[in-house]
């Protein structure tokens, strides 16, 4: 129920191993073209 995510489940992996690799928050939002916000997000679940 709910808004559907701006991500699926294999996008979302691949921004925590962007992350883990040092990939900047807003240059991974940039690449997805979603929000910075959204990435934070997805790295507060990791």
Not at 3 to 18: G, H, I, M, W
Request: no cysteine; proline share 2%.
């Amino acid at each position: 129920m709910g808004r559907p995510s701006a991500l699926s489940a294999d996008q979302q992996v691949e921004v925590k191993e962007k992350i883990k690799n040092g990939e900047a928050i807003s240059a991974i939002a940039r690449h997805f073209e979603t929000s910075r916000q959204t990435i934070m997000r997805v790295r507060s679940q990791a």
